[in-house]
């Protein structure tokens, strides 16, 4: 099994379906991460075949609702000073706002200057959010 060294604070994301890890990491990223992230691909699990890990390093500022959207099967552990503090699992967020786009063209959410758009939860099985300006049902992919 591969060793990797583990963390002293931070959160590591464990049980992550092997091929999701990259989705998360691209997507975590992008929010402005600046603290070390290691991304672990394919390790053998026993309950999912083969997973992937991250871990973020000296950071408990990530976003975790958007997790849910990608992959419901994640373990949030939260590292402080070596010992592991807290254990959360991930779920599909019941609101989104802003994080993804109303699919009609004509939502007033599109024009410039307006606030953004909140989602709420439609169906959970297809990730379908309806938004709050025009009703309209957006599937999250
Ligand atoms: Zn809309």
Redesign the pocket.
């Known amino acids: 099994m591969l060793q990797v060294t583990g963390i002293n604070n931070g959160i590591v994301l464990d049980h992550i379906k092997a091929g999701n890890g990259l989705k998360i990491f691209n997507r975590l990223i992008n929010h402005d991460i600046d603290v070390p992230v290691v991304l672990i691909m394919n390790v053998n699990s026993n309950v999912l075949g083969k997973k992937d890990i991250i871990k973020i390093e000296d950071s408990f500022d990530v976003n975790l609702d958007v997790l849910g959207l990608i992959d419901e099967n994640i373990t949030v552990n939260f590292i402080v000073e070596g010992k592991l503090k807290e254990k959360k699992k991930v779920s599909v967020p019941e609101v989104l706002t802003g994080y993804i786009k109303?699919?009609?063209p004509r939502?007033?959410?599109?024009f410039d200057n307006y606030v953004a758009?909140q989602f709420t939860l439609y169906d959970r099985a297809n990730l379908e959010y309806v938004?709050?300006?025009?009703?309209?049902i957006?599937k999250y992919q």
Not at 107 to 110: A, L, V, W
Not at 131 to 136: L, P, V
Request: proline residues 7%; glycine residues 0%; hydrophobic residues 15%.
């Open positions: 109303c699919k009609n939502c007033i959410s599109h758009p938004c709050s300006f025009c009703d309209e957006t």
